[in-house]
């Protein structure tokens, strides 16, 4: 359950697109906001996801949400010291394939979400901030304990994007780190690339 509700905050509470011009771009608690009723509605609507299917998830994540992530902040955080150790190219195969492990990952478990109710912390953000935290608390319709739920959000040339994201105060992107680190230190950086493709590989096996 626990690893559902990571899937589903990490993709379907975050952001929504925002305005072409810098000064109508859109605070990034009311992107968050929007985004989550737009994906939950198509949750609790579509009948082919209400009936599991990966292939309307995965269409889902990467049509209305992947596009608003920072996939290379995203792996060089996860990297942590190791990413100024890769090359260009190898940076770039990184992000490529842990762009597709988050995606493949959570796929199935996306569709297991429609009664959750997300509230968001006020947020003030000043003209010239480029980097922000979105506070939001996730309760379930079946009662518990609420998850606190943090985005760290920046700033870039095509608007506000998510580039990690904690759970309880624990960063699911730089929970990665060590593993990642000890993949490395084993097989260097392009021993982790294979260990990433050959996962994907799997996980593509595995839903089709």
Do not use: C
């Not at 009311?30 to 949750?43: F, K, N, S, Y």
């Not at 269409?59 to 060089?76: C, Q, V």
């Not at 990297?79 to 890769?86: D, F, I, Q, S, V």
């Not at 010239?128 to 379930?140: G, P």
Request: charged share 25%; net charge positive.
């Amino acid at each position: 359950m626990i690893k559902s509700l990571f899937s589903f905050v990490f993709f379907a509470s975050l952001l929504a697109p925002v305005s072409a011009g810098a000064a109508n771009v859109t605070a990034p608690d009311a992107l968050a906001r929007g985004v989550t009723e737009e994906v939950m509605q198509i949750l609790r609507t579509d009948k082919d996801l209400q009936a599991g299917s990966q292939k309307k998830a995965r269409e889902l994540i990467e049509n209305k949400i992947a596009p608003h992530f920072n996939f290379n902040s995203m792996t060089k955080l996860a990297l942590g010291k190791n990413w100024a150790a890769a090359t260009p190219d190898q940076r770039k195969a990184l992000t490529e394939e842990f762009r597709a492990l988050l995606v493949q990952t959570y796929t199935a478990s996306l569709t297991l979400f429609k009664d959750q109710k997300i509230e968001y912390r006020p947020l003030k953000v000043a003209p010239d901030e480029t980097d922000v935290l979105v506070r939001s608390l996730v309760k379930s319709s079946g009662g518990g304990e609420p998850v606190q739920v943090d985005y760290g959000m920046e700033k870039t040339d095509g608007g506000w994007k998510v580039y990690n994201v904690k759970i309880g105060g624990i960063s699911l992107v730089e929970n990665y780190r060590g593993t990642f680190n000890t993949e490395i230190q084993k097989s260097g950086v392009d021993g982790l690339i294979k260990t990433l493709r050959d996962k994907n590989r799997s996980l593509v096996a595995q839903t089709k």
